[in-house]
């Protein structure tokens, strides 16, 4: 098992930028695959990005394609989303989730390890 903790969001104005972290604890880091998720008002919760355990594979949304940026330190324990170019309809509860597969997946519900989220909006 695996314990997930967000920070880094915040309120910023369109066109800038945040980075999310995730730190993780317990079970070994690098035994999961992970995955950030969003979730806006009175909307399902959205698939962002991945990354494989060893980093060395991302995918990513369309919609946050080359302005987003997922990136891990498994020495750190730490997974991190570079949000660059913020549009106000990035605004959203990020999650950071892990999943033990190594089978890509975009499924919310794949993921049985979950973060508390963390809020970000952007103001036009």
């Known amino acids: 098992q695996v314990q997930l903790v967000e920070s880094g969001g915040g309120l910023v104005q369109a066109g800038g930028s945040l980075r999310l972290s995730c730190a993780a604890s317990?079970?070994?880091?690098?035994?999961?695959?992970m995955g950030w998720f969003r979730q806006a008002p009175r909307k399902e919760r959205e698939f962002v990005a991945r990354i494989s355990r060893g980093g060395g594979t991302t995918y990513y949304a369309d919609s946050v394609k080359g302005r987003f940026t997922i990136s891990r330190d498994n020495a750190k324990n730490t997974v991190y989303l570079q949000m660059n170019s913020l549009k106000p309809e990035d605004t959203a509860v990020y999650s950071c989730?892990?999943?033990?597969?190594?089978?890509?997946?975009?499924?919310?519900?794949?993921?049985?390890?979950w973060g508390q989220g963390t809020q970000v909006t952007v103001s036009s």
């Open positions: 317990g079970r070994a880091f690098s035994s999961y695959a």
């Open positions: 989730a892990a999943d033990p597969s190594v089978l890509y997946t975009t499924l919310a519900s794949r993921y049985p390890y």
